[in-house]
């Protein structure tokens, strides 16, 4: 396999750029999972954005005092949205619904910045100055650099945030001791410097309530000093150097270097999602600054050496290599991605697959939080829609690569969170709608708000969301076959289940349906010309619904669980009716032929049952496959970033290669327009290749990431399916490391001639392999590659 395609390391596994980052949205990005860091590789004057994973806005007294709902609830008030609906009065039912509704969310938030002013032989270097300039992210070792040259003199920036050691590192050094460097650290919330050797401290107090940005309230940034105080959090930063080193309060400053190093750390008063954060700024510090001194007292080489081994630990497992130009040729990432709208660059289709990859490792670690719609990299202190979890379809995103591109302990913080939501939603299940089991709604933070938000029931009125992320877990039971994980699951795919059950009616004709209902996030046109959201049964809820109880009932079997619950679940399961075909031939969005208010709405809900569920294949139910194919043809490609990639899967599972990758092209386009000035101004990429809404969301980079890994390999059906959207524009490639339901890792190769694929297996099994029309039986050992080929 291995001679089947060449490797282009500056293609594949790194961003590089010819000059220093202006915005945000070309700086680069760092993490190990709790600690973020954007690197603009400056040159006189430089900034490096920090996060802390667990900074946020509020805590678990504002989540109360905002959680009181606008009207009735119970289940009464459930009945009464009901009887509106089967009574024709949508106005009515939509007025209803909103008594369910409350407050809203709490935000994640910036860390700070360390700010960077260097001089070289006693002047700051202008860029105009420079006789060389060289900025990159190298994806495998996961580190930032930058490097210069002004007067003869060059220097060069390396930043890694290491997550054996828990801090941020920066070394700059010079070819000659004329090294100057002034640091300061400052932060968008309340702060007050601390005097450190060698060193910096900033001591900080986080808003006891930040309102999303498009809610108008009187104070959108509130601090308190009473029960509902937002959290304390800390920043500690010491350094080293050949040079002399002094700091004040506020200011670091390092002259006549040639090598100096800094190391940064954070903590937070954060103590999980249900306890009131008690620890001062100044506990904080202390805490950061141990980790900091525990790092000095080892060698940088040692200290970059242990974050590369973890790193790659992780990273290298699996990888996509397209053919692309010579490394020779390769323009700047910002060039490259301008000159793909017109000419084929298939490896920046590699690229961004690794790029997703890298991501998820820089962002989500076992024992952290999942990661936020900005994943940790945030720098506005009102970020658009908090920057939270938005559980109807960003945060499910988030993790759709996790286990196929064998990232599986990248998926634990998202387990957890799904586990401490359920507790949260259980009140929330009883108290708005007299239901068993746990509900959460669209929006959720770190302190598990579970509550539907105060808006327009198109997003809000939208009590699925535990059913959506328990699929999360069923999922990583079909990759791992770990049983130890699906038991300790269990209660939570149960009680979701439970609420399920106690939310389905009966419906005229004897089926089960739900009212009300939603279809997030669209609106159809109403008998009265008008847009609207309230209805009875769309499809999303009912396949959502099937799926889960699918899934319990095989779960019950799997752990030889008798628990009466799953008979009563299999048997409303037969009730559910399958999804419906309307005029158009199009896959239905609401129980009846409904038209949508936006024809072209990004959001494909209707097809989760094509992805990332399994209900409707082309196999398995081809009428429907061709139902959701004409669904996507009405709905055009055009859309926001994340969705783009959502159509990637969903056109990937329908075995569409030329319109998956053609989406593919669509979601890496330039999504800055220099030629008019307008930043961010449409979806696809900005020039760090940070997936634009926009504004930047992070789901999008992960969903093509998992989109792509569909296009070369699936195994829902059940067989084990190579290059199952392999597009023509993609001739010859190699892929290691996916991984396929059962417990198996596949390696592919392909060039025009054939394709070639190694099938290794955590356990003895048979499977079919399947290229094409070709199937191919296989004996697998566990532990033993087994080689299949096809030409």
């Keep these: 396999m291995g001679n089947l395609v060449g490797s282009n390391r500056a293609g594949l596994q790194r961003l590089y750029y010819d000059r220093p980052a202006d915005t945000w949205l070309e700086a ?16 006189g004057k430089d900034r490096i954005g920090l996060n802390d994973e667990t900074l946020w806005s509020g805590g678990p007294e504002t989540a109360r005092s905002l959680s009181t709902p606008l009207g009735a609830t119970g289940a009464e008030a459930v009945q009464a949205v009901r009887e509106a609906l089967r009574a024709g009065d949508i106005r009515r039912a939509h007025e209803l619904a909103c008594g369910f509704h409350s407050g809203y969310s709490q935000a994640y938030l910036p860390l700070g910045d360390l700010l960077l002013e260097t001089r070289v032989g006693g002047t700051t270097p202008a860029a105009g100055e420079l006789t060389r300039y060289h900025r990159e992210l190298d994806l495998d070792a996961a580190i930032a650099t930058s490097e210069f040259e002004v007067g003869g003199v060059a220097v060069r920036q390396e930043v890694f945030v290491s997550a054996p050691d828990g801090v941020m590192v920066q070394r700059m050094t010079a070819s000659e001791p004329v090294l100057a460097l002034e640091c300061r650290l400052t932060s968008q919330l309340l702060s007050t410097p601390r005097a450190v050797d060698s060193g910096l401290g900033l001591l900080l107090q986080a808003p006891a309530d930040v309102a999303p940005p498009h809610r108008d309230v009187p104070e959108p940034i509130r601090y308190s000093d009473g029960a509902d105080r937002g959290m304390a959090a800390a920043i500690a930063l010491r350094a080293s150097s050949d040079g002399e080193i002094r700091s004040t309060d506020s200011e670091l400053v390092v002259e006549g270097a040639t090598e100096i190093t800094l190391i940064l750390s954070s ?3 954060y103590d999980g999602p249900f306890v009131t954060p008690t620890r001062t700024a100044e506990e904080c510090w202390a805490a950061a600054d141990q980790v900091v001194r525990a790092a000095f007292d080892r060698e940088y080489d040692a200290l970059l050496a242990d974050h590369q081994q973890d790193h790659r630990r992780l990273y290298r497992r699996a990888s996509l290599e397209l053919t ?7 323009p700047p990432t910002d060039v490259r991605v301008a000159r793909a709208v017109d000419v084929e660059d298939p490896a920046l289709a590699a690229l961004i697959f690794n790029y997703g990859r890298y991501l998820m490792v820089a962002s989500s670690r076992p024992g ?9 990299w945030n720098d506005i202190l009102r970020p658009p829609w908090s920057s939270n979890y938005t559980i109807n379809i960003n945060t499910e995103m988030n993790y759709w690569p996790a286990e196929t591109t064998n990232l599986s302990e990248c998926h634990e913080p998202l387990f957890r969170f799904i586990d401490q939501l359920a507790q949260a939603g259980r009140s929330t299940a009883r108290e708005r709608y007299g239901c068993g089991g746990w509900t959460a709604h669209h929006n959720a933070d770190t302190w598990c708000w579970t509550f539907p938000v105060e808006g327009d029931p198109r997003w809000s009125n939208w009590p699925l969301a535990g059913a959506w992320l328990v699929r999360h877990l069923w999922d990583h039971y079909e990759f791992t076959e770990d049983l130890t994980f699906l038991g300790e699951s269990w209660p939570v795919l149960r009680r979701a289940a439970e609420f399920c059950l106690d939310w389905l009616v009966e419906m005229p004709d004897g089926s089960l349906g739900t009212a009300p209902s939603t279809s997030p996030e669209n609106d159809y046109i109403a008998d009265d010309g008008r847009p609207a959201s309230v209805t009875e049964s769309s499809t999303m809820d009912l396949a959502l619904i099937s799926d889960l109880f699918l899934h319990v009932e095989q779960s019950a079997e799997l752990l030889d669980v008798v628990d009466p619950l799953v008979a009563e679940l299999s048997t409303a399961r037969k009730r559910i009716p399958d999804p419906r075909i309307g005029a158009r031939g199009q896959l239905q969005e609401w129980a009846a032929d409904l038209q949508e208010e936006d024809p072209h709405h990004r959001h494909m809900s ?15 139910t081809p009428g429907l496959a061709v139902a ?9 490609d055009e859309a926001t970033g994340w969705s783009l990639a959502w159509k990637v899967c ?19 386009r330039p999504a800055d327009d220099r030629a008019t000035g307008h930043v961010g101004s449409g979806a696809g990429v900005y020039p760090n290749l940070f997936c634009a809404h926009p504004p930047f969301q992070i789901d999008g980079n992960f969903g093509v990431t998992a989109g792509i890994a569909e296009m070369l390999l699936q195994s829902h059906g059940g067989e084990v399916e190579l290059l199952p959207a392999l597009p023509a524009e993609w001739p010859s490639g190699r892929v290691t490391g996916l991984r396929a339901r059962g417990g198996l890792v596949v390696d592919i190769a392909w060039t025009p001639n054939g394709v070639e694929a190694v099938l290794t297996a955590d356990r003895d099994q048979e499977r079919i392999v399947r290229y094409g029309e070709e199937r191919m039986p296989v004996r697998l050992t566990a532990g033993a590659g087994q080689r299949v080929s096809s030409s």
């Design 267 to 269: 903590a937070t008063g």
């Design 28 to 43: 680069l990005p760092l993490g190990n999972g709790r600690l973020g860091a954007m690197c603009f590789g400056g040159v």
């Design 606 to 620: 209707h097809l989760t049952g094509l992805h990332p569920a399994d209900a409707i294949t082309p196999d398995s």
């Design 368 to 376: 952290g939080l999942p990661t936020t719609l900005q994943g940790i």
């Design 650 to 668: 969903l056109r990937a599972r329908l075995r569409d290669q030329a319109a998956a990758h053609r989406l593919v092209r669509a979601f890496l």
């Design 628 to 636: 959701a194919a004409r669904s996507l043809d009405l709905r055009g």
């Design 324 to 330: 692309g130009p010579a490394e020779q040729s390769v």
